[in-house]
């Protein structure tokens, strides 16, 4: 049974739920969570061991599941922008300042991903950057005639949820989203 939790059941949950005039952003587990630009990660922890759901379900684990924080709640109006992202996306701080593989374009501010409307105006943008961001190169060394495999930036997986308010001709209006993962 240990080895199908170990396997199936630890996981992060990192979300959103809007309700009447409320949202509420949560998790379990690791992860990274932005609200109107202010962006903070979930974890690390000790041991490499984020607060999973499975733990519970554990030998020798805690009695019960670790619950889900709230970890900002307000008021629909007051939301500009929030991304919710698997713990992979608290990498991109590291690596904003490099280059996309084989390209001489730099990764850029995660910020990007709410504040420029590319990626609201076209649904596979964020994926393309995610891809983009993590492509693997094999490369020849040619003095030693042996091919080099470079990795992707991103070493953990990372999927993204972006929420904006809608931008209509300067007004704001409505929302718009976009996931990529």
Same mark, same amino acid.
């Given at each position: 049974?240990d080895a199908?939790v170990r396997? %199936? %059941?630890l996981f992060?949950?990192?979300?959103v739920?809007?309700?009447g005039e409320?949202?509420?952003v !949560?998790?379990?587990?690791?992860g990274v969570?932005g609200?109107n630009?202010?962006?903070w990660s $979930?974890g690390p !922890?000790p041991d490499?061991a ?5 733990h +519970? $379900?554990?030998?020798?684990g805690?009695a019960?599941?670790?619950g889900f924080e709230?970890?900002?709640?307000? +008021?629909v109006?007051?939301v500009?922008?929030i #991304? #919710? +992202? /698997?713990?992979?996306?608290?990498e991109w701080g590291?690596v904003?300042?490099? %280059?996309? &593989?084989g390209?001489e ?7 990007q991903v ?6 609201f105006?076209h &649904?596979? @943008?964020?994926w393309r950057? $995610?891809?983009?961001m ?7 060394a040619w003095?030693s005639?042996v091919?080099?495999?470079?990795p992707? $930036?991103l070493?953990?997986?990372? /999927?993204?949820v ?10 704001s209006?409505g +929302?718009?989203?976009r996931? @990529?993962g």
């Amino acid at each position: 049974m240990d080895a199908v939790v170990r396997r %199936f %059941f630890l996981f992060t949950v990192v979300g959103v739920v809007i309700s009447g005039e409320r949202v509420r952003v !949560f998790a379990v587990g690791d992860g990274v969570v932005g609200v109107n630009g202010e962006v903070w990660s $979930l974890g690390p !922890f000790p041991d490499n061991a984020p607060p999973y759901p499975g733990h +519970a $379900l554990l030998r020798g684990g805690p009695a019960e599941a670790p619950g889900f924080e709230v970890l900002r709640e307000m +008021a629909v109006g007051e939301v500009e922008s929030i #991304v #919710v +992202a /698997t713990d992979g996306a608290s990498e991109w701080g590291d690596v904003q300042g490099r %280059f996309l &593989p084989g390209t001489e374009e730099r990764v850029g501010a995660l910020a990007q991903v709410w504040e420029e409307d590319r990626y609201f105006a076209h &649904p596979d @943008a964020l994926w393309r950057k $995610l891809a983009r961001m993590n492509r693997a190169r094999v490369l020849p060394a040619w003095e030693s005639r042996v091919l080099r495999r470079e990795p992707g $930036l991103l070493e953990d997986d990372t /999927t993204l949820v972006v929420i904006r308010k809608k931008r209509c001709g300067g007004e704001s209006a409505g +929302a718009e989203y976009r996931r @990529a993962g």
